[in-house]
């Protein structure tokens, strides 16, 4: 009977611990073993290379991979050939839980242009707020054998939510909240790529307005600042967001600082609710003080280039002449999207490697 | 069992003197130890193991009334029983809110008969918790609610916090604040920092608590109210409370275990499970916290038990909602995080579980003395355990400590005497039984 005895463990607690004299403060490390077990948090999704769902977190190989393939699909694009045949059979849905004309068009031509089929499933925000709706939606698609889903998302980490919820489908980040718009940061390098003659290191890049809320920024410092260039931002202080030069970025109190000497700026597009929200005064006042204007514009390297990733507010954000100079690259970002899309769609389904159905020339075009 | 059986607790060790004892606990209370015990007496071997009264909670969401699919009383109580407590504060923000006697007399009824462990009702202090016009405090103060708060969110007018702080005065009972500027919190879904930046997620700054928490202060300090700060997450929190006991108001606070183990990084890659309000704090927040409860600014642990279902916490992170559970990881997480890397002493960590609570809301002392009602914990601070949500007793299994590995394990719970929980491997020993046995 003695085996029924209470098994409490027979260690006497540590006479320390009793002790009423509190050591002093140090941090809090735990001894031994314990804690928290090994962190797996953002790896699985993130690292799996049938998902697109960030420029962080990508290394500097990745990045100069993707935008070499991106450029040969763009020799390839202007050649004016017919569809290729690459991703025939692959189903690429383009959920759009945010209106994007422009975006989604851009990988609609994409797909198209690899010879994959799209579908486009576009809602409102407001009938599919839960996410799980989104979720039972995109698992039909992926029941009807679709390989890739293309989200574009009002809220920050759906896209990364849903590649953890889901089994076999791939999934392209195309704007997730205030996140990453990895294809729009991977259009942009590529921009400044062609503009910079493909030297990144040594050069800065000023970014310029709603810091706060620009997902293209976030995904164009992760990626810039990777590859070597210095980013500095700049804006009102109600739009930039809190310890952002933990990313890596330089901050700038005025837009004349920002602009001098550096080799690029981009504008971001400022929204309306901005001033609703009491973020800002007037547009007057944010035209006045960070628009782009030809003086300003002056200021930048001989070669400097002006990015914007549109719609652009012509007056507010930068000014006629900016917006058609010679040095607006503007026209060069939203061709090189259709480039970059190809690159990024082919590099995922190529990651599929499904076991039926569906099989992918893995021949890049020349 | 019939409850007039004697119960022997043997070998051991006072929470307060460290002496190796032996505890007798008849009919519900602590009675000195018998020389000679009985034949049908039935014995605990403690093996060294702490006995201490049993914890107190001052900050659980039981979910029930019309939440049953995220806690029910039942469920949520005997969770609170497999951690240790033998007392637990619940929250009025259910559906439909607490706020009339009828409800809190329900609550505390559901309580009784699960058994757990005594449950004490917390009734808003408006009605609805809208913040527009006072519950009747009198009323439910006479129906059983040990304290009044609109927790899940602030009183947002400092007008209805003054009236309703003089209204409460005769009651005795604190006003439990949730400390949050709505304005400054907007659509903030995790602390504001580095890590809100990263991840593109709407940030709340600290202040939207310390703002609040001063208010508060300056008018418990007008109205000679009992205010009580729930849950503090912020280093300029911490001093606002440092600073109301300098001035000699009669302002108390409690943190949580997840403000001084965790930080906002613990966010990750939008790990919902890491989704709480307040949220969790920058590294300098939880070293001011540590900093706190070592100094005794902090009065009270608490641990805002706030379960959801697996399918709710599932969701994006922006529309996941804020909670974790902690009632099955509190004390594991003091002895691991407070205890053993000798921040605090194992008594003091003890009695921010158990005295201080009660002094907070001004319940009875209780002790392991003959003569005290035989609500106690008995608990191994060395054990070592890995925290798995699928044995929680909870319905709830959104933590943020799954996986962890912490050392301090409650062996045993007595209510009244009864026990209420008994750790999985712990057996009971009849002398009587094994002397026959021997023989």
Known sequence: ?366 | MSESTLTLLRDVTHWRTGERITLAVEDGVVVPAPRRPGAHARVFEGRGAVVAPGLVDLHVHLREPGQAAKESIETGTRAAAAGGFTSIACMPNTDPIVDTPAWVEWVRRRGEAAAHCNVLPIAAVTVGQKGEQLAPLEALARAGAVAFSDDGRPVTSAAMMRRALEYAKPTGLPIVCHEEDPTLKGDGVMHEGFTATRLGLRGIPAAAESVMCRRDADLAELTGGRVHFAHLSTSASFDALRDAKRRGLRVTGETCPHYWVLTDEAVGDYDTHAKMNPPLRSEADRAACIAAIADGTIDCFATDHAPHTADEKARPFTDAPFGIVGLETALALTLTHLVHPGHLSMTRALELWTDAPRYCFGLPPVSVEAGSPADLVIFDPEAEWTVDPEAFHSKGRNTPFAGWRLKGRVLATLLHGTFTHVAAGVHFERPAAAAAAAR
């Open chain 1, 1 to 366: 009977m003695t085996s029924d005895t209470v098994a409490a463990v027979p260690t006497p607690p540590g006479a320390g611990i009793f002790s009423t004299s509190e050591t002093p403060l140090g941090t809090a490390t735990v001894p031994g073993d314990l804690g928290a077990p090994a962190r797996s948090v953002g790896a699985p999704a993130a690292a799996d290379p049938r998902h697109f769902l960030g420029l962080e977190g990508l290394s500097r190989a990745t990045l100069l991979t993707l935008l070499a393939d991106a450029a040969r699909e763009r020799e390839w694009l202007k050649l004016g050939e017919p569809n290729r045949r690459d991703l025939a059979g692959l189903t690429v849905v383009l959920a759009f839980i945010e209106d994007s004309t422009r975006t989604r068009t851009s990988f609609e031509i994409a797909a198209q242009r690899l010879g994959a089929n799209t579908v486009v499933f576009a809602s409102a925000a407001s009938s599919l707020n839960k996410g799980e709706t989104l979720l039972d939606t995109v698992r039909l698609f992926e029941a009807m054998g679709a390989g890739l889903v293309v989200v574009r998302h009002p809220s920050s980490g759906a896209p990364a939510w849903l590649a953890r919820q889901l089994g076999s489908i791939g999934v392209l980040n195309a704007g997730d909240g205030m996140h990453e718009h990895p294809t729009q940061g991977l259009l942009d390098l590529l921009t400044l790529h062609d503009a910079w003659q493909g030297r990144f290191e040594g050069r800065r890049l000023a970014i310029v307005g709603d810091i706060a809320h620009s997902r293209v920024a976030r995904s164009a410092i992760a990626g810039l600042t990777t590859l070597g260039c210095r980013v500095t931002v700049c804006g009102p202080g109600t739009l930039i967001p809190a310890e952002v030069e933990e990313l890596g970025c330089d901050v700038d109190t005025t837009l004349e600082d920002a602009l001098a000497g550096a080799d690029g700026v981009m504008a971001l597009r400022l929204q309306r609710e901005r001033m609703e929200t009491g973020l800002l005064p007037t547009i007057a006042e944010y035209a006045r003080l960070w628009g782009l204007t030809p003086e300003r514009v002056a200021l930048l390297a001989p070669d400097g280039v002006v990015l914007h990733p549109g719609p652009v507010n012509r007056g507010v954000e930068m000014a006629h002449e900016v917006a058609d100079g010679p040095r607006s690259r503007i026209f060069d970002q939203v061709a090189n999207g259709v480039a970059v899309r190809c690159c990024v769609l082919r590099r995922c389904a190529q990651a599929l490697r499904r076991p039926h159905g569906f099989t992918v020339s893995v021949a890049a075009p020349r």
